[in-house]
């Protein structure tokens, strides 16, 4: 499985991005995907994901009504919308598949957030908020 992720860069706070992972050796339409960022000093956190098999999501807390987390089955690509971003916001993020716990009931709410979860992951895309 390869993943790149695509779409960071600068922004004001309350600005808007929007980044994409593209996965290549898998078919994302049937399996799990995540986003995860890290800040500098900072642990890997889960910012969102989603189950592509039925489309249930999670969004972390701090990104829940700002965030939306989406497939694009024709071209493989799971997309991460960010508005009203904010400073906070800043970190390194990064796209995750391939879950070892994808489909059983409740994933994304249960797993979707849990970094070891996922066996694959792009090369990251730096965000930065002023």
């Known amino acids: 499985v390869q993943l790149v992720e695509s779409g960071g860069g600068s922004v004001q706070a309350g600005g808007s991005l929007r980044l994409s992972c593209a996965a290549s050796g898998y078919t994302a339409s049937r399996y799990c995907m995540g986003w995860f960022r890290q800040a500098p000093g900072k642990e890997r956190e889960g910012v969102a994901a989603?189950?592509?098999?039925?489309?249930?999501?999670y969004y972390h807390t701090s990104v829940k009504g700002r965030f939306t987390i989406s497939q694009d089955n024709a071209e493989n690509t799971v997309t991460l919308q960010m508005n009203s971003l904010k400073p906070e916001d800043t970190a390194m993020y990064y796209c995750?598949?391939?879950?070892?716990?994808?489909?059983?009931?409740?994933?994304?709410?249960?797993?979707?957030?849990?970094?070891?979860?996922?066996?694959?992951w792009g090369q990251g895309t730096q965000v930065t908020v002023s």
């Open positions: 989603i189950y592509l098999g039925g489309g249930t999501t």
């Open positions: 995750a598949a391939d879950s070892f716990s994808c489909g059983l009931p409740g994933w994304a709410r249960r797993y979707g957030a849990v970094s070891t979860e996922y066996n694959s």
